[in-house]
């Protein structure tokens, strides 16, 4: 009981970066990011100040590299929200994504970002999330995924959408996609274009927390945590094994590079279980391992040389694992306050009905906005106006002009104070 008291107070008092945000400045949290190894050296990245930033593990302690901003002072376009690197030849690339753009990046010195090429959209999908889905680099927006080729050209996409965009993983296949929504996991077939299977998990609050799952391609295996057992199913849903964990959250899951072992964060812990059947190895607290106010989120595993390198996104710093949860490096308290106001969640927005037929009236509810601020709506030329709530979050109804044609139109929400926007579909019928 002491301990799950304990887990509850500290989880209260540090987790303020991954969806936790008070409408007030705060300290950037590093919660998610990549780390790859180049030429011998573990390259870590992030975007989660809003700048591009570039670290590398050096003797004991982690080293900062360089920092990129799109503007001094920048917009909420102007903000990087994810970077995926990526080693080619003797190059080392860094694929971006802030508003509606996606950025290339050679960043092969390590000492300067030399920009290769920029793609801005212009259809209003906000880009969340940058990774590689099988073999090529994908986007992730709440519409859902965009595949690109070499050139930055979109060959493909998906509309697999997830609550958490960062949960909307590949684990590096080339057919199936994982993510995580209300409190279940969907599996997504690129081939059949269908949700093909829902597994259910049992969160305390589902939006809370930044997650992702784990596909083994070997054994066909998936691994996820929630908040009260890291789980193992087969393919089908069936449950394996699980572990019990005790905390108040749980983040990420991560294969080791034998792909015996299974690393797991939950803020106040990093365990090492066994894959097999879930039984832990070992475990260490976080919070004291690394700089002050330590909180274990994102995991990413890199294989050295030397062994398994586990990257913790540790709320106000990084903390390098071997593969038995010694630290390899840390860096000092690293988190600053930016003075910007944040939002409480991503944006999203939600409609009462998919379709509706010119002059019917149209539910729409969303979040991700500023708290308390003005809203505007926009459809097809008209104008509502909405009113944020303490939480960012908004509910109105929205009259469907006529239209002279059926087909789909989008429905647009701005924030007046903040400058963010998105949008939605709606097929409207004359």
């Known amino acids: 009981m002491k301990k799950i008291f304990l887990s509850a107070l500290i989880f209260g008092l540090l987790f303020v970066g991954w969806s936790v945000r008070d409408g007030k400045t705060k300290d950037q949290s590093y919660y998610a990011g990549d780390a790859v190894l180049y030429k011998g050296q573990l390259i870590v990245a992030t975007a989660n100040t809003g700048k591009l930033e570039i670290f590398s593990s050096s003797g004991n302690k982690v080293k900062h590299l360089m920092s990129v901003s799109l503007s001094p002072n920048p917009g909420k376009e102007d903000v990087f929200n994810d970077v995926k690197l990526e080693v080619q030849g003797q190059s080392l690339k860094a694929y971006a994504v802030a508003g509606y753009a996606l950025y290339l990046y050679d960043i092969s010195d390590l000492q300067t970002a030399s920009l290769e090429n920029k793609v801005k959209n212009t259809y209003w999908e906000w880009y969340h999330r940058v990774d590689r889905f099988g073999h090529n680099i994908a986007t992730v927006s709440g519409r859902g995924v965009r595949i690109w080729n070499n050139d930055l050209q979109i060959i493909d996409g998906f509309d697999f959408e997830s609550e958490l965009p960062y949960s909307l993983r590949s684990s590096g296949d080339a057919r199936f996609l994982f993510a995580l929504n209300n409190s279940a996991l969907n599996i997504y077939d690129r081939e059949s274009r269908h949700v093909i299977k829902t597994i259910s998990l049992d969160y305390r609050d589902f939006k809370k927390n930044g997650r992702k799952?784990?596909?083994?391609?070997?054994?066909?295996?998936?691994?996820?945590?929630?908040?009260?057992?890291?789980?193992?199913?087969?393919?089908?849903?069936?449950?394996?094994?699980?572990?019990?964990?005790?905390?108040?959250?749980?983040?990420?899951?991560?294969?080791?590079?034998?792909?015996?072992?299974?690393?797991?964060?939950?803020?106040?812990?990093?365990?090492?279980?066994?894959?097999?059947?879930?039984?832990?190895?070992?475990?260490?607290?976080?919070?004291?391992?690394?700089?002050?106010?330590?909180?274990?989120?994102?995991?990413?595993?890199?294989?050295?040389?030397?062994?398994?390198?586990?990257?913790?996104?540790?709320?106000?710093?990084?903390?390098?694992?071997?593969?038995?949860?010694?630290?390899?490096?840390?860096?000092?308290?690293?988190?600053?306050?930016?003075?910007?106001?944040?939002?409480?969640?991503?944006?999203?927005?939600?409609?009462?009905?998919?379709?509706?037929?010119?002059?019917?009236?149209?539910?729409?509810?969303?979040?991700?906005?500023?708290?308390?601020?003005?809203?505007?709506?926009?459809?097809?030329?008209?104008?509502?106006?909405?009113?944020?709530?303490?939480?960012?979050?908004?509910?109105?109804?929205?009259?469907?002009?006529?239209?002279?044609n059926d087909g789909r139109y989008d429905i647009k929400v701005d924030g007046l104070n903040s400058q963010l926007t998105y949008s939605i579909s709606l097929e409207v019928k004359k």
């Not at 909180?295 to 593969?323: E, H, P, Q, Y």
């Open 213 to 404: 799952s784990y596909y083994d391609r070997i054994s066909g295996n998936i691994f996820v945590a929630d908040d009260y057992y890291v789980k193992k199913f087969d393919f089908n849903g069936k449950l394996l094994a699980s572990f019990r964990h005790y905390g108040d959250a749980s983040y990420d899951v991560e294969s080791s590079f034998d792909n015996n072992f299974l690393y797991f964060s939950n803020g106040l812990n990093v365990y090492k279980l066994k894959k097999s059947d879930l039984s832990l190895v070992k475990e260490v607290q976080a919070t004291t391992l690394g700089a002050p106010q330590g909180w274990a989120m994102g995991l990413k595993l890199v294989n050295t040389s030397d062994g398994d390198r586990l990257v913790v996104f540790n709320n106000s710093g990084l903390l390098i694992l071997d593969a038995n949860l010694n630290v390899v490096s840390k860096t000092d308290k690293i988190s600053q306050d930016d003075g910007q106001l944040y939002p409480l969640e991503n944006l999203y927005l939600m409609l009462g009905n998919r379709s509706a037929q010119s002059g019917a009236s149209v539910s729409v509810q969303g979040g991700g906005f500023w708290p308390n601020e003005n809203l505007s709506i926009s459809l097809i030329g008209s104008k509502t106006n909405a009113q944020a709530d303490r939480f960012g979050r908004f509910k109105a109804n929205v009259i469907v002009p006529s239209v002279p």
